[in-house]
Structures are given as C-alpha cells and as structure tokens.
C-alpha cells in the first residue's frame, strides 16, 4: 500500500517511513501540509493518510477539511499528534479523521492501526453493492433506500446526506463536514438548509428506534446515526 505521511520533524519522518516500509508498505513523506495538498491535487493516489496535527504552513486539522470537503470519505486518514486534550481529539475526528494516535510513534501500534484502518476502507471499497443498515435496505446503483421494500421519496440532497449517514453508523458528523461533502461548501450557522435535510429525511425514513436506528443530533457537536439493536444482515 502507498501511505502518505505528512510530519514536518525529519526523525519522526524517517522513523514512520522506517516503520512502514519494513512492513511491506511504500511511504511517501512530506514536510508541509500544501505538499500533500498539491500531490493530492495532482491527483496523487495514496491509499491512507497519516497527518501530524502540527505543521509549519498550515494546520493538519484543515488538511484533514480539505481531504473531506474534496475527495469525500474514500480515503482512510489518521492524525499522529501530542495533543492529549479530550477537545483536540474530539475536534480532529469530527473534522474527519478516521483515528488518531498519540506521539511519541510506537511501531506495533501504528502498523495495527494502519492495518486496522486498511482493511476496514478496503472492505467498504469492494460492497458498492446493495447493503442494509438497520431495517433499510440501500442501493447505491439505483440511489433509493427502501423499508420493508418500501421505496422512500428523497430529493437528491436529501438521499446523499442520509446514504452519507448509513455508510458511517456510528460515526459523528459536524455540520461542516455534513456540508462540505453533500454541498461542496460551508453552510452558514444561521442557515437552516442542513438542519431542513435531516428533518426531511427523519420523517421520510422514519428513522425510529423499532426500525434499529436513530439519528441524534446535536448543535454544539454534530449529528450521528445510531444502531439501535442489530437489525441489519449481512450485505
């Protein structure tokens, strides 16, 4: 696998590229987040991410936004970082990382998480096809989402954020990254667009408890669809 790793302090650099290529794996390294940035634009192909939360030109919080807001959630991405602050860490993975380790980098933790992280991207790269989620059923090749076969009217926006929300039980959303990737844009706080869309799509979905999910919702931290009970079966 080629795994990007974006870390401005040359030993930790060396070490994480040490690490990874003795596992099997190709590592590029940068030492800026526009580096990456600009490889990503040139349309780099990278199968995971590693970004130190600390960079010299722009933090690695907005590279992880512009990931996001740009190329979705395809591409698995961690944070290394020495922050040990609940908010830090709660404010890197709503911005949409998918995990995070604490420096300094230990060699068997970051290959079990790399490996972690992989497999899990990998497998939800190879179930394009239909799949449930509680007692729904989505197909993403017809873009519907049914109850009990029942197929639901959405508008497009409103089926792209609540597939967005099946694909990740579980995972919490904030606003702008609900935004950034249904909208391609921030969506000002005083705008009720976003908060119209969830509404739209709780009542069509009927997204209750007795169908195995719920969708909880929260201003100051964002918006995640719960598993209720394990309703689902495999896809």
């Known amino acids: 696998m080629n795994i990007a790793s974006v870390e401005d302090d040359l030993a930790q650099g060396r070490l994480i590229h040490e690490i990874l290529v ?34 010299p030109d722009i933090s690695g919080i907005d590279v992880v936004r512009w990931v996001r807001g740009n190329l979705g959630y395809s ?8 922050r040990v602050l609940e908010n830090d860490l709660v404010a890197g993975l709503r911005a949409g990382a998918d995990d995070y380790m604490l420096k300094p ?13 992989l497999r899990r991207h990998n497998t939800e790269a190879h179930n394009e096809g239909p799949f449930r989620c509680g007692a729904f059923e989505i197909d993403p090749a017809t873009e519907s989402i049914a109850l009990h076969g029942r197929k639901a009217e959405l508008a497009p926006k409103e089926y792209e954020l609540a597939l967005l929300l099946f694909r990740n039980p579980g995972k919490l959303f904030s606003r702008d990254v609900l935004s950034s990737n249904v ?10 667009t976003l908060d119209t869309h969830l509404s739209n799509i709780r009542r069509k979905l ?4 007795e169908h195995g999910v719920r969708l909880i919702s929260s201003y100051a931290l964002g918006y995640r669809l719960e598993l209720v009970s394990d309703t689902s079966e495999p896809s």
């Open 22 to 55: 003795s596992a099997g794996h190709q590592c590029t390294l940068f030492d800026t987040g526009s580096g990456l940035l600009a490889a990503l634009q040139r349309k780099a192909s990278f199968d995971l991410l590693l970004i130190d939360w600390e960079l």
């Open 206 to 209: 009927q997204l209750r408890p």
């Open 75 to 82: 591409l698995p991405l961690m944070f290394l970082t020495s």
């Open 183 to 192: 909208w391609n844009r921030d969506i000002p706080a005083t705008s009720r």
């Open 105 to 117: 980098v230990r060699q068997g933790e970051l290959l079990a998480r790399v490996d972690a992280l």
